[in-house]
């Protein structure tokens, strides 16, 4: 017989189910909750440990504090009701805790992360010299230099998820009209523009680089993927996450960088340049405008200090 709860975990990497398994255990056990409390954990906790392994992490020892944060804005990005995101987020302390003191992690990532207020959390977007910044640290001739250049100016340019990204094949990407399909969530496509900067960071991966990593591959017909690591296989979202956080540390930013920050960043400065929200909506994959929304409360603020600097009778 299944344990309670255990049985709604999808099929996720060996150490994360067993900590996971360990967790739902203690919660009948231990603290002795209902049958319909555990399944609300385990439905929780699947949808974290889901995002984990999506987002390349195999293993406890893997997640940090960025990781829990990045979390709390895709369960925004997923358009879920305030209740049920800071539902998920307390399961997700508890569990980091629990596993914390059981020996299963040496840390606890989420121990100082809170639970978002019920109402409107509005996401952190880079400024445009971050942005900068983090592209400026790709410059140079090294292959792994030219593919991160690739990669961080493809998100930016058009906000893609990193799976979005890392899941683009040659067939999607089209430098001739400066447009790549993506494949977003429940394999919906759509079609996202980019500018001349993704063109030719994107047109200089693809001529001068990726040919010699596709030839390293063991079949002999390399994968049709943009993105490959050293072995000529499709690059992974660990390594493609790695390398955005590696840009941040290198240009010196103090704030925590992800993937999901560059599909913030591309979303705040398209609206506050004017862009529709409607064409934000569609470029961004929603299938709700209200949850594009949310960017134009970020661009509000902006607005407000920028009246508040600018205007003589503003104080």
Do not use: C
């Amino acid at each position: 017989m299944a344990r309670h709860g255990a049985e709604l975990l999808p099929d996720l990497p060996a150490q994360l189910t067993r900590a996971l398994e360990s967790y739902l255990t203690s919660l009948r056990f231990e603290r002795g909750l209902s049958r319909n409390s555990i399944d609300a954990y385990a439905r929780d906790l699947s949808r974290y440990g889901t995002w984990l392994t999506e987002s390349g992490i195999s293993s406890l020892g893997e997640v940090d504090r960025s990781h829990i944060e990045a979390f709390a804005l895709h369960l925004l990005d997923a358009n879920l009701a305030p209740r049920t995101r800071a539902r998920a987020l307390v399961a997700v302390r508890r569990f980091h805790g629990f596993a914390l003191a059981e020996g299963l992690a040496s840390t606890d990532p989420a121990s100082d992360v809170s639970p978002p207020q019920e109402g409107l959390r509005l996401p952190k977007a880079l400024s445009l010299d971050d942005i900068e910044a983090m592209l400026a640290t790709t410059a140079g001739e090294e292959p792994t230099q030219i593919r991160a250049a690739a990669l961080l100016e493809l998100l930016y340019a058009t906000g893609a998820r990193i799976s979005e990204a890392v899941g683009v094949d040659l067939d999607d990407l089209d430098l001739e009209t400066s447009l790549v399909r993506l494949y977003g969530k429940g394999g919906k496509e759509r079609i996202v523009p980019f500018g001349s900067h993704a063109s030719n960071a994107l047109g200089s991966w693809v001529s001068r680089v990726r040919p010699s990593m596709a030839a390293k591959a063991k079949t002999s017909a390399p994968a049709g993927a943009l993105f490959l690591n050293a072995r000529g296989t499709r690059l992974s979202r660990q390594t493609a996450w790695q390398i955005v956080k590696d840009a941040g540390e290198l240009a010196g930013l103090t704030a925590d960088v992800s993937p999901h920050t560059f599909r913030h960043s591309f979303a705040t400065h398209l609206l506050e340049g004017g862009a529709d929200i409607r064409v934000v909506q569609e470029l961004l994959g929603h299938a709700s405008v209200t949850t594009t929304q949310i960017y134009t409360k970020v661009s509000e603020e902006t607005l407000r200090e920028v009246y508040a600097t600018s205007h003589p009778r503003a104080r």
